[in-house]
């Protein structure tokens, strides 16, 4: 199995942006798609982007398209997620996941094995 350390979460304010981090140890990370997700307080965990193990393919959800970029550097175990001009709607707790390499995109939480604990992200108006 893997496991998955979320970083760089914080306050900021709208317009600012973020740089959100995810380490994997254990097993070798390029096996692995991955993706992010987050959750706001009384909503489902909503999916925000994906990258295949390779990282030549990304896809976003519409509410981020444009303004975050997923990336990988598997040579360094880390994912990470660019964050520009964020909105108060973006405000949740933000969470890798790492899952199988069967289909592209994978937006459902269930297509997805490993879980890191989730890093608050909060834009202040």
């Known amino acids: 199995q893997v496991q998955l350390v979320e970083s760089g979460g914080g306050l900021v304010q709208a317009g600012d942006s973020l740089r959100l981090s995810c380490s994997a140890s254990g097993r070798p990370f390029s096996i692995y798609a991955m993706g992010w997700f987050r959750q706001a307080p009384g909503k489902e965990r909503e999916f925000v982007a994906d990258i295949t193990w390779s990282g030549d393919r990304s896809y976003y959800a519409d509410s981020v398209k444009g303004r975050f970029t997923v990336s990988r550097d598997n040579a360094k175990n880390t994912l990470t997620l660019q964050m520009n001009t964020l909105k108060p709607e973006d405000t949740a707790v933000y969470y890798c996941?790492?899952?199988?390499?069967?289909?592209?995109?994978?937006?459902?939480?269930?297509?997805?094995?490993?879980w890191g604990q989730g890093t608050q992200v909060t834009v202040s108006s």
């Open positions: 996941a790492a899952g199988g390499r069967q289909r592209f995109p994978q937006i459902r939480p269930s297509e997805y094995a490993y």
